[in-house]
């Protein structure tokens, strides 16, 4: 009969309290779906003028730095149907290997985004030329 591995007292400690701090990450993450989906709506909100953003559903990965967001929506005030743009599914994330080296680094992933623009969208946008642009306010 083979005899068990005896593990050192301090590897099993380490990754007792390694398994216990993951588990605290995860169960964090998956409460903070819905606040982060709103503080990220309020956000890009308070800085769109003319538009609003909707997320339909928000699932923060902490473990690999991702951030999957489904029926996201840019719906101009004015005109609101169609939405502008629509994207069922946009996936986020950061290279782990870029940032050990001080690089900030995402990638995106966008499964069927659809624009929408009619001439009455179109006409609204031109009325003020100073207006900054709801493409600049999304990538900043």
Avoid at 25 to 32: D, K, N, P, Q, R
Avoid at 100 to 117: C, E, K, W
Wanted: hydrophobic residues 45%; proline residues 7%.
């Amino acid at each position: 009969m083979a005899q068990p591995i005896s593990l050192p007292r301090w590897l099993r400690w380490t990754g007792l309290v390694l398994g216990i701090l993951i588990t605290v990450v995860l169960l964090t993450a998956s409460f903070m779906d819905d606040p982060l989906r709103g503080y990220i709506e309020r956000n890009a909100n308070a800085q769109l003028e003319g538009y609003h953003l909707r997320i339909g559903k928000l699932d923060l990965h902490p473990l690999n730095l991702s951030l999957d967001l489904e029926d996201v929506a840019l719906v101009q005030t004015a005109q609101p149907e169609p939405p502008m743009v629509v994207i069922p599914t946009w996936h986020a994330s950061l290279q782990w290997s870029r940032l050990l080296r001080g690089d900030v680094v995402s990638d995106h992933a966008l499964d069927r985004p659809a624009i929408h623009f009619t001439r009455v969208q179109a006409k609204e946008e031109a009325k003020d030329p100073k207006k900054k642009a709801w493409q600049d306010t999304i990538q900043e």
